[in-house]
């Protein structure tokens, strides 16, 4: 006994498989800048801490970036802390350790020109210059981690 298969579907035009693949296509880019996404913004990768020069608060210094900042300095003895965008109006908190800075502690704050990342990272730059730094450690918030890897 034989059996045939047969299929009540009429064969697919062109046009229809090129749609089907572009939806494919379009699908996968999609899926692919998801995870990206989600690598860069939710799931960084964060080095561990070590032994550094300076501790850097990248701005808005907020109060959960001034907490783990004076959690380091206090942890890894570090005696520089630099400030980025430590207005008065505000950032109050910010503003308050850039002149009244806890002991063994020196203190810098400035105001990147530009306002941007880049203005961050050629003020930090002038601050290694300077004080001759090998290392800092880069605090901000878990979703600028990536923006700060710039720096």
């Known amino acids: 006994m034989r059996f045939e298969a047969r299929h009540n579907r009429a064969p697919r035009s062109s046009a229809g498989r090129k749609r089907f693949v572009y939806a494919g296509t379009a699908a996968a880019v999609v ?3 998801l995870v990206a996404c989600f690598l860069v913004v ?9 032994k550094a020069d300076a501790v850097v608060v990248l701005g808005p210094p ?3 970036r001034l907490t783990e900042a004076e959690h380091i300095l ?7 802390l630099v400030i980025s ?3 008065q109006a505000n950032y109050p908190r910010a503003y ?3 002149f009244n800075p806890p002991a063994r502690v020196h203190v810098t704050c400035f105001v990147p020109s530009p306002h941007t990342t880049r203005g961050e990272a050629e003020e930090i730059q002038k601050l ?3 004080y ?3 290392t800092v450690i880069v605090v901000t918030s878990k979703f600028h981690v990536s923006r700060a890897r710039v720096i």
Request: hydrophobic share 35%; proline share 3%.
């Open 42 to 50: 939710q799931d960084p990768t964060i080095n561990k801490l070590t």
């Open 31 to 33: 899926v692919f800048w």
């Open 85 to 87: 965008s430590a207005s």
């Open 96 to 98: 308050n350790l850039c």
């Open 62 to 64: 907020e109060g959960d």
């Open 132 to 134: 001759h730094w090998q």
């Open 128 to 130: 290694t210059a300077k």
């Open 74 to 80: 206090a942890k890894y003895s570090v005696a520089e």
